[in-house]
């Protein structure tokens, strides 16, 4: 008959020291996946959200409202067609208009090279602006200039040529002299994407090379 061996107490304490390391290991090293996969989750919530941040865009609205002002339609305004030449003709002669005439009201001065900027880009925008520096139209003594566009032409697929005459007045309403001009613009057509932009330029039609000549000055003798 065998007998069993006593178990050694010392023996069976580190058995139950070493299950309790490894239990804590255990749970130590469950929380550590826990805590990765947390951290990779919000890293993909984050990139998630900058990325749909990027992405969003104002989508302007027309609503259609009766002389009451209640709404009567109201959608998502759809993308423009390209402009027809007709307007491509209006855009072009209101903008030479805006940028030529001289007027001797500082405020309509203004107003007028404000919007007529509006539909510039570079390298126009320099080549319109270094003309001004040069030829101030808010000087005091500078004659009162009208603009009358006589002729829009399309030469190229983007390029057209503008004639207008000039007639400049002095203080008193003489007339002083009446000038040609012509100009070849190059221009862009940026459909307009947000509500800024089709307040400010509906037709989405810009003016991206400017180059404007005199052809003729017949100067007024009449006393």
């Known amino acids: 008959m065998s007998h069993r061996s006593p178990e050694n107490p010392f023996l069976r304490a580190r058995d139950e020291w070493d299950n309790r390391l490894m239990d804590l290991a255990t749970s130590r090293y469950n ?34 409202v009766d002389r009451h002002g209640q709404a009567v339609a ?58 001004f520096r040069h030829h101030n139209p808010f000087e005091p003594e500078r004659a009162a200039t009208t603009v009358q566009v006589t002729s829009v032409l399309q030469i190229a697929d983007t390029t057209w040529q503008i004639q207008w005459t000039e007639t400049s007045f002095s203080r008193d309403g003489r007339r002083l002299k009446e000038e040609l001009w012509q100009a070849v613009v190059k221009t862009v057509w940026t459909p307009p994407t947000t509500s800024e932009a089709l307040l400010a330029n509906p037709l989405g039609l810009f003016v991206e090379q400017l180059d404007w000549t005199r052809i003729r000055t017949t100067t007024d003798n009449t006393p």
Do not use: H
């Not at 998630?48 to 027309?62: D, E, F, H, I, T």
């Open 31 to 64: 929380w550590m996946l826990f805590a990765t996969a947390l951290f990779v989750l919000d890293a993909l919530l984050c990139g998630a959200l900058v990325w749909q941040a990027g992405r969003s865009k104002v989508v302007p609205y027309v609503v259609e």
């Open 74 to 131: 109201f959608g998502p305004a759809e993308v423009l067609a390209k402009p027809q030449e007709r307007l491509y003709r209006y855009f072009l002669s209101v903008l030479i208009r805006d940028l030529r005439t001289v007027s001797p009201d500082p405020q309509a001065q203004r107003r007028a090279l404000n919007n007529a900027y509006t539909f510039l880009r570079e390298p126009a925008t320099s080549r319109a602006s270094d003309y």
